[in-house]
């Protein structure tokens, strides 16, 4: 790593959990909610943690609080945030976040938080990736192999890491952009990972289902939380 390398983090968990018809941040798995299981990796990794909420704000606030994975050095290194204007969509609450960020940053991960199961060494490939490969500006952990998405044999998901020097660009964008397009006008780095969750998101009572299973076979994984 870089010397005296800066990292810090944000966490969307801003928006209505429609499609789960239950506040999703909240849903356990295994007795650990998703948005704490989601937060364990980044703060293991970086310097300071943004949690940025919206829908349900004063929950999420209680739920950080009563958190008693979470030890009180990382609660130490989590500010959360409220997005007034969630509603509309999740690049406002990308740009919430990124207004937080301390100016000593150098390196800002983006994700998501109902992906509970990214392992922290999926960020610390980031941070290689960052600290070897100057000439780019957005990082992304990729899954190499058979079948994956789009029969490419590759499978792009997050964390994300992006340079602090496109903050300003980001910023000047409109709300109700979309973060993957407005990335487009940088430079790109697919860093391969061998972490199958970093697409395993939990949008709906399916995908719940499949994750409370996956939980009971996680015994043989090194995972962060059993």
């Not at 500006?137 to 602090?164: C, R």
Request: net charge neutral.
């Amino acid at each position: 790593m870089i010397e005296n390398t800066k990292f810090e983090g944000i966490i969307l968990a801003a928006g209505l959990s429609k499609r789960m018809n239950s506040w999703k941040p909240g849903i356990e798995i295994d007795d650990i909610p998703i948005l704490i299981r989601a937060i364990v990796p980044m703060v293991q990794i970086c310097d300071k943690v943004i949690v940025v909420g919206g829908y349900n704000y004063n929950s999420l606030v209680n739920l950080l609080d009563d958190s008693i994975v979470l030890s009180k050095k990382q609660k130490d290194k989590i500010r959360l945030i409220e997005n007034k204007n969630y509603i509309k969509g999740m690049f406002s609450s990308v740009k919430c976040g990124i207004q937080n960020v301390s100016p000593e940053s150098n390196g800002i991960f983006i994700s998501l938080g109902d992906m509970p199961f990214v392992l922290s060494s999926t960020y610390q490939k980031l941070i290689e990736c960052f600290s070897e490969e100057n000439q780019f500006e957005v990082f992304k952990p990729a899954l190499f192999g058979k079948g994956n998405e789009n029969n490419s044999g590759i499978t792009v998901g997050h964390p994300i890491l992006i340079k602090s020097t496109i903050v300003s660009h980001i910023l000047q964008c409109k709300d109700d952009e979309i973060l993957k397009d407005v990335l487009q006008a940088f430079k790109h780095k697919i860093c391969p990972v061998k972490d199958r969750d970093i697409n395993t998101d939990i949008d709906n009572i399916s995908d719940l289902q499949t994750a409370k299973s996956y939980m009971k076979n996680l015994k043989t994984y090194n995972r962060e939380i059993k």
